[in-house]
């Protein structure tokens, strides 16, 4: 598999409600996106930076999505549903997989912020298809299969002072 090196061609994928989730759940802290695209990129050459979000209508969630826009990401941002019976539901799993297979022809690793193990799967065909994957996430709340499934794992727990805030 491909090693790291500075004329990588990078994609930086970051599941937001995944990564609040897990720094909140844990730590009661937010996530430093600025530090994590940094680390991310690792001096490589950045290709696309995507952050999926989700529109809650909270107060802080525009500024928050300006914020990561002037950090270097592009924003995603998918409404929140809720059903008849109240439940609600937003995800991105399926948006951000299919962006990483289109991405995969111009880049040649994919780094995806996330813990959730239902990304295993495209690490295995991203993989297949000669692209690095690295993943960063919580150790403590990142699924096995998604850390197995990676040609790296960053977890983020082991550098608290650099990636929450």
Same mark, same amino acid.
């Given at each position: 598999?491909?090693?790291?090196?500075?004329?990588?061609?990078?994609?930086?994928?970051?599941?937001? #409600?995944? *990564?609040?989730?897990?720094? #909140?759940?844990?730590?009661?802290?937010?996530?430093?996106?600025?530090?994590?695209?940094? &680390?991310?990129?690792?001096?490589?050459?950045?290709?696309?930076?995507?952050?999926?979000?989700?529109?809650?209508?909270?107060?802080?969630?525009?500024?928050?999505?300006?914020?990561?826009? &002037?950090?270097?990401?592009?924003?995603?941002?998918? %409404?929140?549903?809720?059903?008849?019976?109240?439940?609600?539901?937003?995800?991105? %799993?399926?948006?951000?997989?299919?962006?990483?297979?289109? *991405?995969?022809?111009?880049?040649?690793?994919?780094? *995806?912020?996330?813990?959730?193990?239902?990304?295993?799967?495209?690490?295995?065909?991203?993989?297949?298809?000669?692209?690095?994957?690295?993943?960063?996430?919580?150790?403590?709340?990142?699924?096995?299969?998604?850390?197995?499934?990676?040609?790296?794992?960053?977890?983020?727990?082991?550098?608290?002072?650099?990636?929450?805030?």
């Amino acid at each position: 598999m491909n090693e790291i090196h500075p004329d990588q061609r990078v994609a930086v994928l970051a599941d937001s #409600q995944n *990564l609040y989730h897990s720094a #909140q759940s844990v730590y009661s802290r937010n996530i430093d996106y600025s530090s994590l695209l940094e &680390e991310a990129v690792s001096g490589r050459a950045l290709v696309r930076a995507i952050a999926y979000v989700i529109r809650a209508d909270s107060p802080e969630e525009e500024s928050f999505f300006e914020a990561l826009r &002037e950090i270097g990401f592009e924003t995603k941002i998918k %409404d929140i549903k809720t059903f008849a019976d109240g439940s609600k539901k937003a995800d991105w %799993d399926l948006g951000m997989s299919l962006d990483a297979v289109s *991405l995969a022809s111009h880049v040649d690793t994919v780094v *995806l912020c996330t813990g959730d193990g239902d990304f295993a799967r495209l690490c295995t065909h991203l993989r297949h298809e000669g692209v690095r994957v690295e993943a960063m996430g919580f150790s403590n709340s990142a699924a096995d299969e998604l850390i197995d499934a990676a040609d790296d794992f960053v977890d983020l727990a082991e550098r608290e002072e650099t990636f929450l805030l």
